[in-house]
């Protein structure tokens, strides 16, 4: 209300008008009266306020929809992100089981089917725990024998026709 009272008296100071109660009535009848500014300056003021209800409008659209995603978007980013990591690990896993495989091979028919713990933890690198575990399992595979040492160390014996057909 009161904008709308001072856009009349500004209007009454600037343009010459006939003023009623509640209405104001432009006089476009004398040659000195140019509406035009007045018709620019609303049709800028009505640009003015639709651009920023329009980009009102994006920020909110933008908002609501971050709000609705952001959550869609961080649980698809680390589902992702975990099998990502899963298949690298899975990648590295095996290859670490391949290389194994082939020192295991490789021993195993140097020694003429004769394998210890020891000789198998140095050439795969590894610690006395892991290769009894993986010579045990392998033995469970292949069906080995067993034989102790004089040192107290155990011979995993494995028959070089069964791993020649599974080798190849």
Not at 3 to 18: C, D, F, M, T, Y
Not at 37 to 62: K, N
Request: charged share 15%; hydrophobic share 50%; with cysteine.
């Amino acid at each position: 209300m009161r904008i709308w009272i001072e856009l009349r008296s500004q209007l009454a100071k600037s343009l010459p008008v006939q003023a009623s109660n509640s209405i104001v009535h432009l006089s476009l009848e004398s040659p000195a009266v140019n509406a035009q500014p007045f018709a620019a300056l609303m049709i800028d003021l009505e640009g003015r306020v639709r651009l920023t209800l329009t980009v009102c409008l994006l920020l909110l659209v933008t908002v609501l929809l971050l709000r609705l995603l952001l959550p869609l978007l961080l649980v698809g980013g680390l589902v992702s992100l975990g099998y990502g990591l899963w298949r690298r690990t899975d990648r590295t896993r095996r290859q670490r089981q391949i290389a194994l495989n082939q020192v295991f091979y490789t021993l195993l028919q140097a020694q003429q089917g004769r394998i210890s713990v020891l000789d198998f933890a140095m050439q795969a690198q590894l610690s006395g725990p892991q290769a009894r575990t993986y010579l045990d399992a392998q033995a469970r595979a292949f069906s080995a024998q067993f034989e102790p040492t004089p040192q107290g160390d155990i011979l995993y014996i494995f028959s070089l026709g069964q791993l020649s057909y599974l080798k190849s």
